[in-house]
T-cell receptor, first 123, second 112 residues
Framework: QITLKESGPTLVKPTQTLTLTCTFSGFSLNTSGVAVGWIRQPPGKALEWLALIYWDDDKRYSPSLKSRLTITKNTSKNQVVLTMTNMDPVDTATYYCAHRRWDGVITTPFDYWGQGTLITVSS | IVMTQTPLSLSVTPGQPASISCKSSQSLLHSNGKTYLYWYLQRPGQPPQLLIYEVSNRFSGVPDRFSGSGSGTDFTLKISRVEAEDVGVYYC??????????FGQGTKLEIK
C-alpha cells in the first residue's frame, strides 16, 4: 500500500524559505522508473506542478519557479524534501507530494497523492 | 503549452451522462506513438486521484462508467451514468511538453 504524507510549517513570512518534507511508504525511490513530485493548489484554484525527482536522482523543475526550487531525496528515510526560497503571499497554497511510476511501457504520473498541507504566507 | 477544459462547470442529474472536453495548444502525441494525456478527479476536501492514463486507460479501481478518448490536441472524458460520488473537480493533464506537467483549469461537476 503506497502512502505519502507532507509535513512542514503552516505559516511562513514573506521572503522566508519554505522547507517541505514528503515521507512515503509502500515503495522505494531506489526502484527504476519511480519518481516523486510536488504539486500545489492555491485556494479555489487549479493544480500547478512544481518539481519531480527520479529514482536515479535526476530532477525536473517548473521553468517559472526553477530559480526558487530545490528537490532532494533521502532514500534511507523514504523522504523527499522541497525547498522554495523567497516566499510571497501568492505562494499560499496546499502543497501535495505524489508518486509517479514508469514500468518501461506505461507511465502513471501522480497515481498516489498525499493529503496535502496548507501553507500560508503572511507577515 | 495550454490545456483548456470546457465546460468549467456542469450540473448533471444522477443516472445521466456527462462529458468534459480538454484541448491542448500543441499535440500530445509523442514520437513513440503514445499520447500523454491524463484525467484526475478531486473530490471536495480531498487530493486529486488518477482516473485515466494515456488518454483512455482506466487506473486501478476506477469504475467502467468513466472513459477517455481523443487524439492529438482534442480529448474527452465521459461518464456514462453520473453518480453522487462523482461530484468534484475534474482536471486533464499533459506530460509531454514543458513545463513537464500542465493541468487544465478544472471542470466542476455538481449533481442536480
Amino acid at each position: 500500500q503506497i502512502t505519502l504524507k507532507e509535513s512542514g510549517p503552516t505559516l511562513v513570512k514573506p521572503t522566508q524559505t519554505l522547507t517541505l518534507t514528503c515521507t512515503f511508504s509502500g515503495f522505494s525511490l531506489n526502484t527504476s522508473g519511480v519518481a516523486v513530485g510536488w504539486i500545489r493548489q492555491p485556494p479555489g484554484k487549479a493544480l500547478e506542478w512544481l518539481a519531480l525527482i527520479y529514482w536515479d536522482d535526476d530532477k525536473r523543475y517548473s521553468p517559472s519557479l526553477k530559480s526558487r526550487l530545490t528537490i532532494t531525496k533521502n532514500t534511507s528515510k523514504n523522504q523527499v524534501v522541497l525547498t522554495m526560497t523567497n516566499m510571497d503571499p501568492v505562494d499560499t497554497a496546499t502543497y501535495y507530494c505524489a508518486h509517479r511510476r514508469w514500468d518501461g511501457v506505461i507511465t502513471t504520473p501522480f497515481d498516489y497523492w498525499g493529503q496535502g498541507t496548507l501553507i500560508t504566507v503572511s507577515s | 503549452i495550454v490545456m483548456t477544459q470546457t465546460p468549467l462547470s456542469l450540473s448533471v442529474t444522477p443516472g445521466q451522462p456527462a462529458s468534459i472536453s480538454c484541448k491542448s495548444s500543441q499535440s500530445l502525441l509523442h514520437s513513440n506513438g503514445k499520447t500523454y494525456l491524463y484525467w484526475y478527479l478531486q473530490r471536495p476536501g480531498q487530493p486529486p486521484q488518477l482516473l485515466i492514463y494515456e488518454v483512455s486507460n482506466r487506473f486501478s479501481g476506477v469504475p467502467d462508467r468513466f472513459s477517455g478518448s481523443g487524439s492529438g490536441t482534442d480529448f474527452t472524458l465521459k461518464i456514462s451514468r453520473v453518480e453522487a460520488e462523482d461530484v468534484g473537480v475534474y482536471y486533464c493533464m499533459q506530460s509531454i511538453h514543458l513545463p513537464m506537467y500542465t493541468f487544465g483549469q478544472g471542470t466542476k461537476l455538481e449533481i442536480k
